[in-house]
């Protein structure tokens, strides 16, 4: 690859977790129900994602890992309302310019051909061959990093902390994901696969919770299901969107610790956010969720599972090119309405 593929690369691929993150996403967006998200030695040696979704048509086996090549973005006006997680057709393509890359795919109408793709560092494709399979994709990225020595070696050094933020980002993923059965398997050098989390194909978020976190931690939570009225505001965002003097309606969906007083029930302190059901990191939510519940309890922070459910107009989530950072529209009056509102979700708890 070029010098610049390999920097631009570099940028979309900063770690673990944005392996994760963009082959996870690919799945979803090809509509997959079964998944399977396997680690070899921690995602030093490979990583693997398999889904059982549309898979790949031949037509496109030539262009899938080229730069700027993406199948779902249809017209400008899409990135507004974007339902699918990509559009920018840059996530294989900097994955072949930083790892040993492979696809297995096989569509509906190739069963049970499948056919096995090999692309070199530009992301062009090197080789094809036959082998037998289902419909669905499996993307194999092995020795991440292996031409960025600097940048592998600090892979190395961090594997730990690394690990335990993908297996955070992948619960975070599967929580959310209703009606897919979500498996995440960690193969050590040596021995047999280990089951990381699994979930079963729930048909609600509350299941998947139970699969992962277990039912002593659901049994320490309480639903929520906030509805905030924001006052009217004439925002650009806003524009012709909604009739003059009418609230924008925001829901906040989920689950969150029951407040207990001094040393209470233990929950993990997970703290999971998304935006319409896409997660992301939302730093002044969590503190306000924080501040609430320790007003209860000052020694622990609460488990989160929070949906914020609201119209597309009023965010942005092409801010950041990994869409983790949400610019929400009339940030402030929906934090102080939150605040109300938890308080009182609360209040109406045996403490
Ligand atoms: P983007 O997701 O932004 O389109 P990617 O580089 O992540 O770009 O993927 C490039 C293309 O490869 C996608 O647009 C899609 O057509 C195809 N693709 C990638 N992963 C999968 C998958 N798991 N199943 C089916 N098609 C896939
Ligand atoms: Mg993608």
Redesign the pocket.
């Known amino acids: 690859a070029s010098a610049v593929h390999q920097i631009q690369a570099g940028q979309v691929i900063v770690d673990l977790c944005s392996v994760a993150k963009?082959?996870v996403?690919?799945?979803f967006?090809?509509g997959?129900t079964v998944l399977d998200v396997r680690f070899k030695n921690h995602g030093l040696d490979s990583i693997e994602?398999q889904?059982n979704?549309?898979?790949?048509a031949a037509h496109?086996y030539e262009s899938?890992?080229l730069k700027h090549?993406?199948?779902?973005?249809e017209s400008y006006d899409d990135l507004s309302t974007l339902e699918?997680?990509?559009?920018?057709?840059?996530?294989?393509?900097?994955l072949c310019a930083l790892s040993k890359f492979s696809?297995v795919?096989c569509t509906q109408d190739d069963v049970p051909r499948a056919s096995r793709l090999e692309f070199d560092v530009s992301g062009k494709l090197k080789s094809t061959s036959v082998v037998s399979g289902q419909r669905?994709?499996t993307?194999i990225v092995e020795n991440l990093f292996r031409n960025l020595p600097v940048r592998r070696r600090e892979l190395e050094r961090n594997i730990k902390r690394e690990w335990g933020k993908v297996i955070n980002l992948l619960n975070q993923y599967a929580c959310i994901q209703t009606n897919v059965k979500f498996t995440v398997w960690q193969l050590p050098t040596k021995g047999n696969k280990m089951m990381m989390f699994g979930t079963k194909g729930n048909p609600n978020t509350r299941e998947n919770i139970i699969n992962i976190f277990g039912v002593k931690t659901m049994n320490a939570l309480v639903a929520m299901d906030l509805k905030l009225e924001l006052i009217p505001t004439t925002g650009p965002l806003d524009k012709g969107k909604r009739k003059e003097g009418e609230p924008a309606k925001v829901r906040i969906k989920g689950f969150v610790s029951k407040p207990v007083h001094g040393e209470g029930r233990q929950t993990p302190d997970r703290q999971m956010f998304y935006v319409n059901g896409r997660p992301c990191g939302l730093p002044q939510f969590t503190k306000v969720f924080n501040e609430v519940y320790r007003s209860y309890n000052s020694s622990q922070l609460p488990f989160i599972f929070a949906d914020i459910q609201l119209d597309t107009h009023l965010y942005d989530v092409n801010v950041s090119p990994d869409k983790r950072t949400i610019l929400l529209h009339d940030q402030g009056q929906m934090l102080d309405n939150l605040r109300d509102s938890l308080i009182e979700l609360f209040e109406t708890q045996d403490v």
Do not use: Q, Y
Not at 53 to 56: A, D, E, M, R, S
Not at 69 to 73: D, G, V
């Open positions: 963009e082959l996403e690919n799945s967006d090809a997959a994602v889904d979704g549309t898979g790949i496109n899938v890992a090549c993406t199948s779902k973005l699918t997680f990509g559009f920018r057709g840059e996530a294989l393509s900097s696809v795919t669905g994709t993307v």
